[in-house]
């Protein structure tokens, strides 16, 4: 199957970045093509491009999205997202209230820009232990084998 994929994070201390990097090896192992970006240099309207969109982020503040993903956060109110396939991603820290509370948001983006939430959201515990690498794999592999399925979403 042809069809590829975006993986966008913002990481502040590098596990979300680990984790894009495993997601996007897991792609990468089913044929698919991938490009990975940070989301401080990567610009909303470059999604068009892909069929498949990853969007990962640490939480910061009480909750939030860290500064550096809020450009590109604002930005997706521009774009209509129907009938691309998408899932959110990040690494958290269960001490906070707001557990992975940027995570949530970047779903609930996605889904109110239009497109498909594919696969649940993953989320993991600050740095991405060896077993949590694998389960990222397997994440970027499972939302590729999503990529093929017909959307549920109507136009
Ligand atoms: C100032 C600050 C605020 C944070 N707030 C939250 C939070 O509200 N919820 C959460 O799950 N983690 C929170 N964290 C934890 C980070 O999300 C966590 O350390 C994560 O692993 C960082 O990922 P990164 O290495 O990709 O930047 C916070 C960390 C800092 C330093």
Request: proline share 1%.
């Amino acid at each position: 199957m042809w069809a590829k994929c975006t993986v966008v994070y913002t990481s502040i201390s590098g596990n979300t970045e680990k984790m894009a990097e495993a997601i996007a090896d897991g792609i990468r192992a089913t044929g698919c093509e991938v490009d990975v970006k940070d989301m401080f240099f990567a610009k909303a309207n470059e999604l068009a491009e892909y069929d498949g969109l990853l969007l990962g982020s640490c939480t910061w503040g009480d909750g939030e999205l860290p500064d550096e993903a809020l450009y590109f956060y604002e930005e997706l109110d521009e774009l209509n997202l129907q009938g691309k396939k998408a899932a959110a991603f990040g690494s958290c820290d269960s001490n906070y209230d707001s557990y992975g509370a940027a995570v949530d948001l970047l779903e609930e983006k996605l889904r109110d820009r239009g497109a498909e939430i594919v696969v649940d959201k993953l989320k993991v515990e600050l740095l991405p232990t060896d077993e949590d690498t694998q389960s990222c794999r397997e994440y970027g592999r499972a939302f590729t084998g999503m990529l093929s399925k017909q959307s549920t979403v109507r136009a």
